[in-house]
T-cell receptor, first 115, second 116 residues
Framework: GAGVSQSPSNKVTEKGKDVELRCDPI?????LYWYRQSLGQGLEFLIY????????KSGLPSDRFSAERTGGSVSTLTIQRTQQEDSAVYLC?????????????FGPGTRLTVL | AQKITQTQPGMFVQEKEAVTLDCTYD???????LFWYKQPSSGEMIFLIY??????QNATEGRYSLNFQKARKSANLVISASQLGDSAMYFC?????????????FGEGTQLTVNP
């Protein structure tokens, strides 16, 4: 497809379970970003990838969160031992490069609900 | 300090009228970009317009224009001839060259409602 895709679109899980969220960026985009959108916190940066490397993981809220990217394409965000405060919409974006003037194109998001 | 401030939580406009959504920013980085995104109730983030810190002219994209006042650190979005489909949340965001990965920093958003 032409745009960024994310799966699943919705995920309901029980507290303490692990979840994996997937992002397929636009083909040829070297930069990939994960953001989280929640009612109390607005839109917050989690992590970005330049190719397969994640130079900055400072936005990850705890060590329960991890992410990887393979083949310079698909990325997976994993949340272990989910907590209720993890409930949010997780947005993935890709950009041609990390330079400032390249816009970031967003996927439709994954809505995570932790019961 | 907030890097991006959107002071209007909600705005109302009549169909076919113009509306200005305010955005001020804070950065000491000389090289940065300002973006506006639209988020309808469906949740997707749609890129609208971009303004670079070194751009001499205000950006325009169709009915969208960006009123860039660098000295005041403001980057207001102007939507001309509003349409019902413009009803959505609008986010102002900034990318700074000096920030790792040039991540986007977002404002709190403005909920725009276009009335018929």
């Amino acid at each position: 497809g032409a745009g960024v895709s994310q799966s699943p679109s919705n995920k309901v899980t029980e507290k303490g379970k692990d979840v994996e969220l997937r992002c397929d960026p636009i083909s040829g985009h070297t930069a990939l970003y994960w953001y989280r959108q929640s009612l109390g916190q607005g839109l917050e940066f989690l992590i970005y990838f330049q190719g397969n490397s994640a130079p900055d993981k400072s936005g990850l809220p705890s060590d329960r969160f991890s992410a990887e990217r393979t083949g310079g394409s698909v990325s997976t965000l994993t949340i272990q031992r989910t907590q209720q405060e993890d409930s949010a919409v997780y947005l993935c974006a890709s950009s041609l490069t990390v330079v400032t003037y390249n816009e970031q194109f967003f996927g439709p998001g994954t809505r995570l609900t932790v019961l | 300090a907030q890097k991006i401030t959107q002071t209007q939580p909600g705005m109302f406009v009549q169909e076919k009228e113009a509306v200005t959504l305010d955005c001020t920013y804070d950065t000491s980085d000389p090289s940065y970009g300002l973006f506006w995104y639209k988020q309808p109730s469906s949740g997707e983030m749609i890129f609208l317009i971009y303004q670079g810190s070194y751009d001499q002219q205000n950006a325009t994209e169709g009915r969208y224009s960006l009123n860039f006042q660098k000295a005041r650190k403001s980057a207001n979005l102007v939507i001309s001839a509003s349409q019902l489909g413009d009803s959505a949340m609008y986010f102002c965001a900034m990318r700074e060259d000096g920030t790792s990965g040039s991540r986007l920093t977002f404002g709190e958003g403005t909920q725009l409602t276009v009335n018929p």
